[in-house]
């Protein structure tokens, strides 16, 4: 059930798709300790799960938390904020109940950093909505929170292969040697990335013609090969003479503007840029329209970046700092003004100060951008999308974006964002997970191997281990740092392998992912959504359910020949050295430590559950699933439904798209529904 | 066995006390690949111990570290050098031997990080002596390499307390605030510590009379509640006229020189400062005699910082980055623009031309300080131990350093530096011990609580647990984090009841101290050390053993009710609420998980060992071991020699400090020796 209680005069985020009837009264669970602060008494075992994409652990408690999408590539453990504003939390334990503050304004979550056992909710200026969600579990309270916030994003089947990427991958010679490295050894690849580099001037709709000079020759070539290749787009536009989306957006008014009615400039990539107003309808579609330059070169797919909007430094804030510079210059410089001075460069992006400084057209109202903040990339994937759906009304096309709100998730995926090379950040991108199913975002994946610093050869096997499973697999570095396409390392055989297991596992992620998104499910979860009863479950935080048949215990340590693993039931582990390579064993329920070698990935089917193996392709394509080898833990027989589709239409809920597959607890085979695949256990 | 190898023209960096004849011929296990460059084939099971203070396991492989002591805050995964330079390795696999790079200069160690299976060492022009360790064990080569170091230093018996610190207390009532709130709830506490506030404008060797009008009344009145004062020295003497420490040093040619003869200036604390020359005698000396000031107001003890040496900026730089800040000043900043200018302002500190840039008179010669770099820190240490030598014969003065290098061990301890609140620098606590403990720094711990970054209180909580079994056990904050003194928080039963368990624990902590002190081994273990054919004791990373008796296995992720163990033989386990509230259980070897709930500490006694527990006090003086609490584990018999003295005195190798405390089968106990405690088996 689902209570929706309105507070002061708030602005629309149509984050929500289902209409609700106002509640009247107090609020439950939580107390209203003034206009914008709530408090809730966690009691001690309470877990609060939630928050989408954040830092710390799978349970929130002991930190507090701002809702304000932030460029910040240091995902250490002291921030509060990353890309997305993702509001909506649980809380599992006494009391077990849903909230989702629907504010695009900053949100704070204080969930036990003040006070251990206090939750402490404070809304910025501005009206809001709360909706209190109810139900008989965890699950399905998160349930009936997906069905409240619409249908999950659903990209083309391709997206579900591995992609390549790098900021710094600087001409056509540079993408065809990716792939002809990928392809020359039989390394599976679905996708090259092109970051910012492909631009004439980091212009967006650009494209360099001395470094690209056939971009739509290049893009057949690579598909040809099955490889799609997918594109960067800025939020920001720059500000240059001649530049027809920045002529155009200014005369037509398109760019938000400061109090004063000036256009607001700030410096990104291009330097001195403008704003598009995404949520003004009008500019939304403009843009929008925008990316039909690189869809008519043979262009699929898209990440939106750059959109929380960052802000390197506004014009006229950088104006202040050379002027304060020059204080400076005479100065003994001390403890007080040394830090005051670098302060000064080092904390121009960004600023409250600037987004307070320019405003929005939104549904004929001038708001200023800091009321509206965490709507604006959101608003971004939506100008894109709505306008695929004219533009290619019969084809999915690939969106994701690195900030977002709840309600994008109908629009786009997201990826992570800006991560290191580090091991902490294998274990932050199964924190994610669940937290960002729950707030909708199911077409989500990590930087692998990690965008900054240096990687390692282990770090970016144990890392790619765990990238078999999201949907989004991606590895993607930043320029200066060690390249980590998986061909620079020594062991090819075992990256190549790792990626065989992805694709030959494709079937059952894809699948997954589709039933997770028509049935309003997650397809990642804590243990303890699958074993609410089971105490020691509830502290689990390194291991994930994976869809409806396997769970996950991925090595996320240096050095480590195995981890310790917890199985709320028996279950069959699959230490699985390649698609074909395999040991298996069966594994009481209680605390174990098992072994995984480098090359080993580790994958524990629940009893009574199947997980279909196709033959991995080169990419998604020609995996072929005319044989199906069956994973599973046979105890009294098992049926699993798999979903598959031509991977481009839209026309999902479909029966033909459904093949049911039994095994029998005497080892009999079973196969009805469209495809007619030869099945085998294993 | 030790072979000492000398290539070129070394430095004497005094690192080394035992007279070693060179050998000649071939180095053994290395390969030398060119003048500077050896490598070493790391068989697939190898673990590499070593490196002392350095990031990421206490099995060093995957990374590249860089002995060159730098003042970086951020202790992420992908730096390369902490504040120390110890530059002892140990291959623990198909081949086991030790390694000592003897060099000033930088080191650079790739671990498996450019080839996951080489190692590659790389050191920095100029000539060096590599020291080859064998024996038959990791630990017998440790031991060997320790008695060609020299041995480690021993503080006071007080500065095993607890000591509360915070860059932020401004005067002698915030002092006299923090005793109070120890005293009044019956909390422990030995030391507050003074850090850069106490001085008058970040003048070494001054006291700030404004904000510390009686320094010396002050100090006897918390000597009176058993507490010591611990002020901060700082490298680096502001520029002043009329201070006379500048004078005299510029007078006599004690600061570092640039090339042409000028002294060199460089910005820390104070703003613009010289840097004693600590290489040169006489300028050691001088500088240690000044801390005479200090101990004549009843001072025992000191942390020296700030000595890598670190520097804000130099004068001459400064002047450039103002010149090119010029330039960027009409600049339309674009990414690589904008960047540019901000790594301008960024990267003024600890420039490698800046050490470059000036030179030491040292033994006579005139030597870049790039050479000797890593000696700094080392040589102000012993300035002042040295002096102690003369000013306070027959007494134990307390020092400490950030930065340093093997050889320092005698002169002083460390702490690990400026780390932050964060759970995973719990674990970096864990992993740093056993090295440091091999490169001779038993007097060492880690800012707990962390320095940099908010505090949580169930964080402090964990990480106090650890802290109760380091030598050194400080809680450490910086200005502007949360102010993270334990009464802040909501459970101070919790926070007394862990110090209370450290007093209580004294005896055995200080006792194993000096005993690894005196018979040259480590306090802090890894598993392996003591079960050398255990193959899973071999890849444990997040235990140790302390001492003879115990085993820890502190918690160190936040939410967690317990934690997986490994116990590489039958133990007993004491699940300590407090130094009197406790579980008791025999866990057999193998795999466990352990409840540990936040106020409990678990410790793990090894069959036939003891633990005595003594009755907590509010500083060391006042626990009470005239009765003796018996954590046991008896099978056949135990014997426990406890060490204790006076606290103050240097005469350590007396027989009258050993006690010997028996167990036996069946459970009578005995005692001989200095002390008349009961004892009492729990």
């Not at 938390?65 to 006494?94: K, Q």
């Not at 608003?379 to 084809?395: D, G, I, N, S, V």
Request: net charge negative; hydrophobic share 35%.
């Amino acid at each position: 059930m689902i209570q929706k209680y309105i507070f002061g005069t708030y602005i629309e985020t149509e984050a929500v798709v289902k209409e609700i009837a106002e509640s009247v009264g107090q609020i439950p669970y939580l107390t209203k300790e003034s206009d914008h602060v709530f408090t809730y008494q966690m009691g001690e075992d309470d877990i609060v799960y939630g928050l989408g994409e954040s830092i710390r652990g799978m349970n929130k408690r002991g930190w507090v938390y701002e809702a304000y999408c932030n460029d910040d590539p240091n995902h250490i453990e002291n921030i509060r904020s990353l890309y997305g504003a993702h509001n909506f939390f649980l809380v599992d334990g006494a009391e077990t109940f849903g909230v989702f503050v629907d504010a695009p304004q900053k949100v704070q979550f204080d969930i036990g950093y003040t006070e251990r056992e206090m939750m402490k909710i404070t809304i910025a200026e501005g009206g809001y909505v709360i909706y209190i969600v109810e139900g008989d579990s965890p699950s399905e309270i998160v349930r009936e929170f997906r069905s409240l916030i619409g249908r999950s994003y659903i990209p083309p089947k391709w997206a579900f292969g591995y992609g390549q990427s790098r900021w710094g991958y600087k001409n056509e010679a540079d993408i065809r040697k990716v792939a002809e490295e990928y392809r020359k050894r039989d390394m599976p690849l679905d996708s090259i990335y092109l970051d910012i580099d492909y631009m004439e001037r980091y212009k967006d709709f650009t494209v360099d013609k001395e470094k690209f000079p056939d971009l739509k020759g290049l893009a057949e070539d690579m598909k040809a090969q099955g490889i799609h290749l997918v594109p960067i787009i800025d939020a920001a536009v720059k500000v240059e003479e001649g530049y027809e989306v920045y002529e155009e957006g200014l005369e037509k008014g398109y760019f938000c503007k400061k109090e004063n009615g000036d256009v607001f400039t700030a410096g990104v990539w291009p330097g001195k840029s403008h704003f598009p107003d995404f949520l003004n309808e009008e500019a939304r579609q403009w843009f929008g329209k925008r990316y039909k330059v690189l869809l008519d070169q043979g262009i699929e797919g898209f990440w939106n970046d750059m959109n929380e909007p960052a802000i390197f430094y506004s014009e006229d804030h950088m104006r202040e700092v050379f002027e304060k510079l020059e204080e400076y210059k005479s100065k003994n410089l001390d403890v007080d003004t040394f830090f005051a001075m670098k302060d000064l460069v080092l904390q121009t992006a960004n600023r409250a100060e600037d987004y307070r400084s320019f405003y929005h057209n939104y549904k004929g109202e001038n708001i200023c951008h800091d009321r509206v903040h965490n709507l604006y990339g959101y608003y971004m994937t939506r100008a894109a999308q709505e306008a695929f759906e004219h533009l290619e009304p019969e084809k999915r096309i690939l969106m994701y974006s690195r900030a977002s709100y709840i309600g994008m998730h109908r629009y786009g995926g997201i990826w992570t964002g800006d991560n290191q090379s580090w091991w902490s950040h294998i274990l932050l991108n199964i924190h994610q997970l669940p937290g960002l199913n729950m707030c909708g975002f199911l077409y989500t994946g990590a930087d692998l191997g990690g965008f900054g610093s240096d990687v390692t050869e282990d770090l970016l096997m144990r890392w790619l281990e765990l990238g078999i499973f999201t949907p989004l697999m991606r590895n993607h570095s930043a320029m200066g740092t060690r390249e980590q396409e998986i061909y620079r390392f020594g062991n090819e055989e075992v990256f190549c392998n790792i990626l065989g297991l992805r694709y030959a596992l494709l079937p059952y992620i894809y699948s997954e992912f589709m039933k997770a998104v028509l049935k309003e499910e997650m397809m990642f979860r804590p243990l303890a959504f699958i074993y609410p009863k089971d105490v020691q479950a509830r502290n689990v935080e390194d291991q994930l359910m994976v869809g409806e048949s396997i769970m996950i215990a991925p090595v996320y340590t240096q050095n480590a020949k195995g981890r310790y693993v917890y199985l709320p039931e028996e279950m069959k582990l699959y230490r699985m050295r390649s698609e074909a390579d395999m040991d298996v064993e069966v594994l009481s329920a209680g605390h174990h430590y098992v072994k995984a070698e480098l090359n080993e990935t580790l994958i524990f089917i629940r009893p009574d559950h199947i997980v279909p193996l196709a033959k991995a392709g080169q990419c998604v394509e020609k995996i072929d699933v005319s044989k199906l080898w069956l994973l599973s833990f046979i105890k009294d027989g098992a049926q699993y439904e798999l979903y598959d589709d031509d991977g481009y239409s839209k026309d999902y809920n479909v029966e033909a798209h459904l093949t049911k597959i039994t095994v029998e607890k005497d080892g009999r085979v079973g196969i009805d529904g469209a495809m007619k695949s030869e099945c085998v256990v294993v």
